[in-house]
């Protein structure tokens, strides 16, 4: 168990749906990272918070938000879900150090339909 | 940008025989290196890390991996492979000094064969 607590685990929805991802990070951890994994993309970067601040963007639609609340917990928003959005999302979590490790949850299954 | 290249889709390999899982990467400094592994239906696990130092790591399960400067590789090895090693690999980079992105490659499915 890493510490990095996802829900939902799986969420089927429809298209034109909008979906909240939840993550909670590891005690102690500041950093918080999402990812999502699809077949025919691998495992893409998001976006990272740190401390309730964006730190860096990755490939992440116009689509997609997130944020990392004051109690360091973060959630990312899904809208206007397309077909080609079911993947596997992750959170990861690290602490604010050189060379820090970062620790994946289990990963939500998103299903769009 | 950094990048990280796994050349290899799949790697297919004897148990007991010993086992690499290649890694190449792109930074404009220094690295952070990781090597992460997903069994079926879980996240990724931490395996092992290089921040600075000793070339040669060593990290759970048996595993080892090897910094090579001049070749910007990143090679994932153990001596002698399990079934239960079979599993997708993903080696990662950060930069140092730059942003906090860690960039994973694209994987390699490790097949144990019994």
């Known amino acids: 168990d890493s510490g990095v607590t996802q829900t939902p685990k799986h969420l089927i929805t429809a298209t034109g749906q909008r979906v909240t991802l939840r993550c909670s990070p590891r005690s102690g951890d500041l950093s918080v990272y999402w990812y999502q994994q699809s077949l025919d993309q691998g495992l893409q970067f998001l976006i990272q918070?740190?401390?309730?601040?964006?730190?860096a963007k990755g490939n992440i639609l116009e689509r997609f938000s997130a944020q990392q609340f004051p109690d360091l917990h973060s959630e990312l928003n899904l809208s206007s879900l397309e077909l080609g959005d079911s993947a596997l999302y992750f959170c990861?979590?690290?602490?604010?150090?050189?060379?820090?490790?970062?620790?994946f949850g289990e990963g939500s299954w998103l299903t769009v339909v | 940008a950094q990048s990280v290249a796994q050349p290899e889709d799949q790697v297919n390999v004897a148990e007991g025989n010993p086992l690499t899982v290649k890694c190449t990467y792109s930074v404009s400094g220094n690295p952070y290196l990781f090597w992460y592994v997903q069994y079926p239906n879980r996240g990724l696990q931490f395996l092992l890390k290089y921040i600075t130092g000793d070339n040669l790591v060593k990290g759970s399960y048996g595993f080892e991996a090897e910094f090579n400067k001049s070749q910007t590789s990143f090679h994932l090895k153990k001596p002698s492979a399990l079934v239960s090693d079979s599993a997708l690999y993903f080696c990662a980079v950060r930069d140092k000094g730059r942003d906090d992105k860690i960039i994973f490659g694209k994987g390699t499915r490790l097949h144990i064969l019994p």
């Open positions: 918070y740190y401390n309730g601040e964006e730190r």
């Open positions: 990861a979590s690290s602490t604010r150090t050189a060379g820090n490790t970062i620790y």
